[in-house]
């Protein structure tokens, strides 16, 4: 793959991770909301029915009992806190409800009713909920939200008023003189009185723990992580098979480009490009050869035996020296029947020798049909500050007086 497209495909993984990154960290965040929502609703539902209960109490059940004291069938002095307390009712409901989450496996929600005039002691509202009490009888404040910590367990504590005091409350919160009997005499005649109609004597408050719906939120969350993941990896490969798919196009197009299309070798193109770059980036210790060769009398062969013969004989020749030069050699096919090879030889000795090996190789090699071919061979060293169109016109000239000279034989020109 050419460094184009691996930059390219190197781009687009930091894009796509970038993407992965952030769509894990909002779906997270999103996830945990959702927890943190669904909590408030299993809280919102609980006090709800906590309250549904405190007005079946006030509504239904106590009137029943008043009733039943006005008929005389039940004494005025007659109290007991398991029927008429809806405070103590509420508390036990939550106690036999924490026992059922128990046997769940679950953890047990912290429950309270506080008033800063409570009959029992244990309703006595400390300093924060004395507070919030006030400010929900001050203002429109229907329920309190806060995200707290106890015991390194998370809970999302939420408050919200008792339903305020009607005229028939006042019977047990008025004052003493008026309160059944049964209840001075369980509570006393102090906690609990002098309250006013219309007014939130209480909140009630639940501590929900969080860490429940955080995990089976992460249940989902994994498996949203794990899905995630998967449509990025075969994106990726999708991705990479599609540009793995345009790099070979490329290289097919390139190949076009640079590849002669008779004989399979470089062609003028890429020679042109190649000779220029090689000049460009001469260093002193490498000794940049060019040799040229052309086929001897290879219009006579295309005029007796036919171009299709010529071309055949073109492609074995490119065959035979491509077979027979060194690997750090270049081959180009730069006209009709003319080639060059581009090297880099110690010593004119050595281009010498390696010419005379290429061309007694054509010579004793028995072409299809034609039988015999020869060629004749030019080639000169590279002058240090000439253009790349002086060294080829030089070696182009070398070639010359091979011809010149009676053919099949090689001639150099070294400045």
Do not use: W
């Amino acid at each position: 793959m050419n460094l184009y497209y691996k930059r390219l495909l190197g781009i687009i993984f930091v894009i796509m991770a970038l993407v992965y990154a952030t769509i894990v960290g909002v779906g997270y965040k999103v996830f945990r909301d959702y927890a943190l929502l669904q909590n408030q609703i299993d809280a919102k539902d609980l006090l709800m029915h906590s309250r549904a209960l405190r007005l079946y109490l006030e509504n239904t059940l106590k009137p029943v009992i008043y009733q039943l004291q006005n008929d005389g069938k039940l004494s005025h002095a007659f109290f007991d806190a398991k029927i008429l307390s809806t405070t103590y009712i509420s508390r036990q409901v939550m106690k036999e409800y924490n026992k059922q989450r128990k046997k769940e496996g679950l953890s047990k929600y912290i429950y309270k009713i506080a008033s800063d005039n409570p009959r029992n002691p244990i309703n006595k509202a400390n300093t924060q909920e004395s507070k919030l009490l006030k400010k929900f009888n001050d203002t429109n404040l229907t329920i309190y939200i806060k995200h707290v910590k106890k015991n390194t367990k998370e809970y999302i504590y939420y408050a919200m008023p008792v339903l305020k005091t009607k005229r028939s409350c006042m019977r047990c919160h008025s004052s003493p003189e008026l309160a059944p009997k049964g209840l001075i005499d369980k509570y006393g005649s102090k906690a609990g009185f002098g309250e006013h109609i219309n007014v939130s004597r209480a909140i009630v408050s639940l501590a929900v723990p969080f860490d429940e719906n955080i995990r089976n939120i992460q249940k989902f969350y994994r498996y949203f992580v794990f899905i995630l993941s998967a449509i990025f990896i075969l994106v990726f490969i999708i991705i990479c098979f599609f540009i793995n798919v345009l790099d070979k196009k490329d290289k097919k197009l390139k190949n076009k480009a640079e590849i002669d299309g008779l004989t399979n070798v470089y062609n003028r193109y890429k020679f042109n490009k190649d000779i220029e770059r090689f000049v460009n980036s001469q260093r002193d210790g490498d000794i940049l050869h060019l040799a040229m060769l052309d086929i001897d009398h290879f219009k006579n062969i295309n005029d007796k035996y036919g171009h299709s013969t010529g071309d055949m004989v073109l492609q074995e020749l490119c065959s035979l020296i491509s077979e027979n030069i060194r690997p750090s050699d270049r081959f180009y096919r730069v006209g009709g029947e003319e080639f060059t090879i581009v090297s880099f030889s110690n010593t004119y000795e050595t281009e010498l020798e390696f010419t005379q090996r290429i061309r007694k190789i054509v010579q004793q090699h028995r072409f299809k049909k034609v039988v015999n071919v020869t060629i004749s061979l030019g080639f000169t060293q590279y002058k240090k500050d000439e253009s790349s169109v002086q060294f080829y016109e030089r070696c182009d000239r070398a070639l010359y007086n091979a011809k010149e000279n009676g053919r099949d034989r090689v001639e150099s020109i070294i400045l």
